[in-house]
């Protein structure tokens, strides 16, 4: 009887010890046939509109270059390159060297003043300012950019933290690629996506295995939204299968006494 359960017992010890997740747990794009090719296209992310506390970057460029010193202070230095890099080089530069939209939606610039760019688009505000800047400058070149395009991703990745985007957009693939991918314990169909919407936060789930993840209204990233990957339970088994391992160890080694002693 005890040899029984002896081999019962080892069984179901195999069985615990070998159970795992394959291949297709952590896999993308798991519903295309092997001679299937997927051709969709893609929408096209919706533009960002400005909000207030928005870090801008903002350059106006004239015929005076005087002028364009002071509008543009990366000017001034001996090298373009190396005066952009100290001033917008880091998080912390950037958010003191850049254009931040005030709670009532406004930025404001020397001699020009006030502008209300809430609610535009990037390219909206450049012609804002353009029309503006022209009341005081002669033919002003104006671009407007975004400066605080950062996303959080947290969970099963590589190298979870902050990251900052200045393509103007940014899909939630990309966003996981920079965190370094998925770790072997990711739960990619329940990706939980925080987004900021009128004040309050708005969770939304996505299937990163299903193709038609990019159809999902966050598959496109936007400022300040929180990349959750949860794990599965098996991270939880495999934290505790050194525990597991010596509770079963012992085990077996007290039926094998048990059974000799007999």
Known sequence: ??????????ILTIIVQTSCRTTKDVTMFQDLNNSEFLFQKLDEPDEYIIRPFDNLYLT????????????????????????????????????INGYRV????????????????????????????????EEYLQEPTVRVKLLNFRINVL???SRPGFFYNYEGNLNIAEAIGAAGGVTKFADLKNVIVNRQVSGATVSHKINLTNNNMNQSEVFFLQ????????????KMRSENE???????????TL????????
């Open 1 to 10: 009887m005890i040899r029984k359960k002896i081999k019962y017992f080892l």
């Open 60 to 95: 106006v460029l004239t015929l005076d270059p005087d002028v364009n010193k002071l509008y543009n202070p990366t000017l001034a230095g001996s090298g373009y390159n190396s005066a952009t890099e100290q001033m917008y080089g880091s998080p912390s530069s950037q958010y």
């Open 102 to 133: 005030s709670a009532e939606g406004m930025i404001n610039l020397p001699i020009i003043g006030d502008i209300k760019v809430l609610g535009m688009t990037l390219e909206e505000a450049e012609q804002t300012v353009k029309l503006k800047a």
């Open 155 to 157: 969970g099963e990745v």
């Open 223 to 234: 400022p300040n939204d929180l990349v959750y990957i949860p794990p599965t339970k098996l």
């Open 242 to 252: 050194s525990s597991y391992a010596l509770v079963l160890s012992t085990i077996s």
């Open 255 to 262: 039926l094998i006494i048990l059974t000799l002693i007999k």
